[in-house]
């Protein structure tokens, strides 16, 4: 039983590219967005995961909280890539108790990291239904180093962390909130600027989540070089392209070759999950980041994977105020924001 109210988090989801906070109101009648933004970081703030400019990281997110007129502490954040693993372990049936004295001990044998290096977290996801006597525990390991930094730099912006998170469970979390979840497995899919976010989940949970290091940034590298641009330059063109208008012409092939190449990790990662087990396959790929504006992208996919794909709307099911927010503006980021919508969703006091 609990009698305080959970307290509201600012869901702060630090990318490669641009920093998101989101803030919600959740009451017994809905979910009511009350305050989202963004801010681009330069290119050099965050290069392959690692952070090169905690100044300049928690200055643009202070800058951004103070110009959203955020008041809200208390935040929550999520760790992705290198710094944190999750893993499906099977178990002998043990209560949550038994099960947090002795995860340092299971953990050592299923994560290749040093144990002492890492933050450990388990859900339990239940019974398997083909061994009674065993259950299905999702084991989560996040590098203590890495936490430390995301701490630093949300203290240093005035903020207090009060859930750090993975940002695949985020995504999952932003999915139920505005669609229905039936038996059928979903791919929700991240395409950010570094990384490929995947969680395939259905009701039970999470069945296979993975980061892969691609993203958006190779397209622009890959402009950059070939038609001798400045970054900013190869961005700009990289946002303006138009498949049936006059583009540069170096964009239409590092578009391709790089869809293509993402495509074939993406196959690959879902057959691997077909033959641990062929139920998993998912049903439907829902894709949110900026990358995934990219245009012509989700046809792209549902002719390579055969399946179908569409545009992860975070604002489905969540009450967005016309006098506070441009509809027109906030669909434009929509798909950048669900991470941190996920994240905002997290209540102080949920778990
Ligand atoms: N309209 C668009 N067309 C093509 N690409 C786009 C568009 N809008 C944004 N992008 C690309 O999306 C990427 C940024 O997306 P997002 O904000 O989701 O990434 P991030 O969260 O900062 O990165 P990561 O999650 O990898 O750390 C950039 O590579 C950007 O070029
Ligand atoms: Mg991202």
Redesign the pocket.
Known sequence: MRFSKPTKLVGV?I????IKVCQVDQTSGGITLEHYGQANLPPSA?QEGIFKDHQMIAGSLAGLLKHLGITTKEAAFAISGYSVITKKITLPLLTEKELAQTIHMEAEQHIPFDVREVNLDFQILGPLKEEPDTMAVLLVAGKKDILEIYQQILHLAGLEVKIADVAAFALQNAYEANYPLDGKPIAAM??????ITVNVFNRTGPLFIRDLPL???QI?EQIQNQAHLSFKEA?EA??KWDPGAQSLETVGPAVLQTLTSWVAEIKRAFDFLAASDPDSRPAKVVLS???A??PGLAAFFSRELKLPVELFNPFARIKVNPDLFDREDLGRVAP?AVTALGLALRRRGDR
């Open positions: 989801d990318g490669a590219q641009a965050i991240d395409l950010g600027s570094e990384l993203g958006g940034r622009t961005e990289k946002l980041g900026g990358s504006l990219i950048q």
